[in-house]
């Protein structure tokens, strides 16, 4: 079928922002958001440069600004919260087009979507700049317990693999007359679901088995791990 | 001659990624025949499948079952009247009991209380299943699976029936029970496979889609032993097997 190649988010390139160790872009991507939810945010004038920061970066990555946007939908539902705020929030209002809002709503409502889409756009940012096997390697050198390094491997791994397995699973549901929309298809979508669930969960077993007919231990203590062990794990994972 | 149960005209698609799959496919399918659809890996079968009950849209050409064609009005008609058995039954069966998943497809089309249980009761006679109607899908074996899969398909009363791959993974033994089941159903059988022995046994046409087109529409006997056809289009016989050898054991 039509899949795709290589890791959705991910937007091929060589720019410097590409070729940056992976370690060190976490560290700036951690840093900045720590600075992001630390300002204040009455400091309207500093979002502007830390915006401004972001594309900068973006655009020295010669990743498109469309591609990034287009994947900012997954912050809508923030978007939706954060618009809701102004009208439930109590104190002190003020008239915006007729609608009584209140002012600390208003500002927190501006606070949690400019935080939440610097966020946003920073991580998109690296996801798009770097390949997942490099994120593993990164969050390795970052000194990241090897068993939850294994655990995000593992995810990224299986991903693609559980959802197309949800993809054939939609399709033989339509092919047997189900339209979905509407209450009465939730408790169909919810045993889809449940189903998915023990499968990639006898998934995990059946691969689990393998990994331990390979001479894997899961239960070596991490910090006796040796170098080449721990790149032998996310070796594997791709 | 009648209207056949499946009109496919010139269909051609390809993928959003631009990937083309089929380049204009012509196929027709009569009332009660068996037709097996032979073709390579990659050659386009499953997107062809998968045109012939309205998952995918057609880029050009056209799909009609018994006349009706396959556009989004009619997608709920054509689903019932096309019945589409994958090949993994692990993707069809998701329901908590085996009754349950046999009586989905009937109850998308409206059906309830005691008719639906008795179609689906008539649906898992018809692959002996009945016994097992209130086992969990996953307890039960592979070969239980794909005719429990088969009934599913079976309880919406289909025009015809679109088997994709029904052989694989099967034991000998489910395999030729499979083959039983199929040949006492009174429906018609479109049949994707490149189980060539099991095309011979079961379907007396065949059609051969090899890179997207139709390359050859004839008695399944003729396409099997036609070695240049065979090797051009990477379609091989199992060692040992030979259709010729074998013509006179077809059952009737």
């Given at each position: ?238 | ?61 056209s799909v009609a079952v018994s006349g009706l064609p396959v556009v989004k009005e009619n997608l709920q008609e054509i689903r019932r009247r096309v019945g589409v058995v994958f090949q993994d039954p692990d993707d069809q069966l998701f329901m908590p009991t085996v009754r349950d998943d046999v009586a989905f497809g009937p109850s998308n089309l409206g059906m309830r209380g005691a008719a639906l249980q008795q179609r689906v009761m008539e649906a898992l006679d018809k692959v002996g299943m009945a016994d097992f109607a209130d086992r969990p899908p996953h307890h039960l074996s592979f070969g239980q699976r794909r005719r429990v899969a088969v009934a599913t398909v079976l309880a919406m009363e289909p025009e015809i029936l679109v088997l994709d791959e029904p ?86």
């Open positions: 079928m039509g899949a795709g190649h290589g890791h959705k988010l991910h937007f091929h390139g060589h720019s410097p922002v590409h070729r940056a160790p992976a370690h060190l872009k976490i560290l700036g991507l951690l840093v900045f958001m720590l600075v992001v939810v630390a300002t204040p945010r009455e400091w309207f004038a500093v979002f502007g440069v830390y915006l401004a920061l972001l594309v900068g970066v973006i655009a020295l990555s010669r990743v498109p600004f469309g591609y990034i946007g287009r994947r900012m939908v997954v912050e809508v539902p923030f978007v939706l919260f954060a618009l809701l705020m102004p009208l439930v929030a109590t104190g002190p209002r003020v008239d915006v087009l007729g609608l009584g809002l209140a002012e600390a709503g208003l500002l927190a409502a501006w606070g949690l979507l400019a935080k939440g889409t610097l966020g946003v756009i920073a991580s998109l940012t690296l996801a798009a700049t770097t390949e997942p096997r490099d994120l593993l390697v990164g969050l390795e050198r970052l000194r990241v317990p090897a068993q939850l390094v294994q655990i995000i491997g593992f995810m990224i791994r299986y991903l693609d693999v559980v959802t197309d397995e949800l993809r054939r699973m939609r399709v033989a549901r339509e092919s047997r007359g189900f339209q979905s929309g509407g209450l009465r298809s939730w408790p169909v979508h919810a045993r889809t679901a449940g189903a998915l669930f023990i499968r990639s969960y006898e998934r995990g077993e059946r691969v689990h088995l393998a990994m331990l007919s390979r001479g894997y231990q899961s239960s070596a203590a991490p910090h006796r791990k040796t170098k080449g062990t721990a790149d032998q794990g996310s070796g594997s994972l791709r | 001659m009648s209207t056949p149960v499946l009109d496919v005209q010139g269909l051609a698609y390809a993928y959003p990624d631009g990937h083309q799959a089929l380049y204009g496919v012509d196929l027709h399918v009569h009332a009660g025949e068996r037709v097996a659809l032979l073709g390579p890996n990659g050659a386009g079968k499953t997107t062809l499948v998968l045109h012939l009950n309205g998952i995918l849209t057609a880029g050009a050409g052989s694989s993974n099967l034991d000998p033994a489910s395999r030729r029970e499979l083959a039983e089941i199929l040949r006492s159903l009174d429906v018609t059988v479109l049949m994707v496979t490149h189980d060539l022995p099991y095309a011979f046994e079961l379907c007396p046409r065949s059609v051969v889609l090899s890179d997207g087109v139709i390359v050859t529409d004839g008695a399944t006997y003729d396409v099997l032993t036609d070695d240049a056809l065979m090797s051009e289009h990477r379609l091989e016989l199992p060692f040992g097997f030979d259709p010729r050898a074998n013509v006179n054991r077809l059952p009737g």
